[in-house]
Nanobody, 120 residues
């Protein structure tokens, strides 16, 4: 079992930056693929970024967002730069022992989400 807790969300102006963190429980964090997803009001949850041995990004965030992990701290990060109003959503952290996936069905463990709001 893995428990995930996101933090770092908030309100930011367009063009600004935020860094999300996701702290994971457990002693085998390094063996998990980690992903970030987001869900805007009235929309389906969508893939943002994932990390295992490589990193993967949605086209909509490529070049603006960076996913990274610190296995010593059991934490995965999502650095978000040049934020746009369309980035407004609840951001979820996800984990799984399988290879990184861009599908939410590829992750068994999920955090509770953190709200990111980008004002224009």
């Amino acid at each position: 079992q893995v428990q995930l807790v996101e933090s770092g969300g908030g309100l930011v102006q367009a063009g600004g930056s935020l860094r999300l963190s996701c702290a994971a429980s457990g002693r085998t964090f390094s063996s998990y693929s980690m992903g970030w997803f987001r869900q805007a009001p009235g929309k389906e949850r969508e893939f943002v970024a994932a990390i295992s041995w490589s990193t993967y990004y949605a086209d909509s965030v490529k070049g603006r967002f960076t996913i990274s992990r610190d296995n010593a701290k059991n934490t995965v990060y999502l650095q978000m730069n040049t934020l746009k109003p369309e980035d407004t959503a609840v951001y979820y952290c996800a984990a799984d022992r399988r290879p990184a996936s861009t599908l939410d069905s590829g992750y068994d463990y999920w955090g509770q989400g953190t709200q990111v709001t980008v004002s224009s």
